[in-house]
């Protein structure tokens, strides 16, 4: 069983980095025959990796017809992301209000994960131990229909795999910026963890852009 399972995340991550390397362009079908000899793995396997990227939003089902890559709508992506950076930096006095010493420990430890996904994680874990950092920032907020309010606008587009990190130093850079938000937080300093978290939204949701 352990090893099926081994199997399925080695499959599930080279896809998942063929598609955001652009070897698998937006739109494109992926059919299960040929990914199996790509991957060298049985059919099933490569249906239950696929189903676990359509969790991720990587790749969509259409029924009848097959599985295909995730074909963001890029304004879509811009204007929720620059929502979620107004909502997010808003949250920034309601976290620094109610993130007790626990939380703060439990927020360092998911930057810490993320840190070490950074050098020896997988694409999928990666995304996971970032997604894990930010339910922990925002867990502490008594607006918790906010913090709803902004993982369903994250929940809109594509998987953070899909395009953020397109290289290596942008995935340290957003290791180094959930660390600056924890000192932030532990220095009670509400206006620059608010200037962090717009920062690391805007230039983590559109990796092309500097500043």
Same mark, same amino acid.
């Given at each position: 069983?352990?090893? !099926?399972?081994?199997?399925? /995340? $080695? /499959?599930? $991550?080279?896809?998942?980095?063929?598609?955001? =390397?652009?070897?698998?362009? +937006?739109?494109?079908?992926?059919?299960?025959?040929?990914?199996?000899?790509?991957?060298?793995?049985?059919?099933?396997?490569?249906?239950?990796?696929? %189903?676990?990227?359509?969790?991720?939003?990587?790749?969509?089902?259409? +029924?009848?017809? @097959?599985?295909? /890559?995730?074909? +963001?709508?890029?304004?879509? !992506?811009?204007?929720?992301?620059?929502? !979620?950076?107004?909502?997010?930096?808003?949250?920034?006095?309601?976290?620094?209000?109610?993130? %007790?010493?626990?939380?703060?420990?439990?927020?360092?430890? *998911?930057?810490?994960?993320?840190?070490? *996904? =950074?050098?020896?994680? =997988?694409?999928?874990?990666?995304?996971?131990?970032?997604?894990?950092?930010?339910?922990?920032?925002?867990? +502490? *907020?008594?607006?918790? %229909?906010?913090?709803?309010?902004?993982?369903?606008?994250?929940?809109?587009?594509?998987?953070?795999?899909?395009?953020?990190?397109?290289?290596?130093?942008?995935?340290?850079?957003?290791?180094?910026?959930?660390?600056?938000?924890?000192?932030?937080?532990?220095?009670? %300093?509400?206006?620059?963890?608010?200037?962090?978290?717009?920062?690391?939204?805007?230039?983590?949701?559109?990796?092309? !852009?500097? @500043?």
């Amino acid at each position: 069983m352990k090893q !099926r399972k081994s199997v399925l /995340v $080695n /499959v599930a $991550n080279s896809l998942a980095m063929d598609i955001n =390397t652009g070897e698998f362009k +937006p739109g494109s079908w992926l059919k299960q025959v040929e990914l199996a000899e790509r991957y060298n793995c049985s059919r099933s396997e490569v249906r239950r990796a696929l %189903d676990q990227l359509v969790i991720e939003r990587l790749v969509q089902h259409v +029924p009848n017809r @097959g599985y295909h /890559v995730y074909s +963001p709508n890029e304004q879509q !992506r811009r204007n929720i992301s620059a929502i !979620r950076a107004i909502l997010e930096s808003a949250s920034a006095a309601d976290i620094v209000a109610h993130t %007790d010493d626990a939380s703060l420990q439990r927020l360092r430890h *998911c930057a810490g994960q993320f840190e070490h *996904c =950074t050098q020896y994680g =997988t694409l999928l874990e990666q995304y996971e131990a970032n997604l894990a950092f930010h339910r922990a920032l925002l867990a +502490p *907020c008594a607006n918790q %229909d906010m913090v709803e309010l902004i993982f369903d606008l994250r929940s809109r587009v594509p998987s953070a795999a899909l395009g953020q990190w397109n290289s290596h130093a942008r995935v340290v850079k957003s290791s180094q910026e959930h660390f600056l938000m924890v000192e932030a937080i532990s220095n009670k %300093d509400t206006d620059a963890l608010a200037k962090l978290i717009n920062q690391h939204i805007i230039q983590e949701d559109n990796p092309h !852009r500097h @500043g």
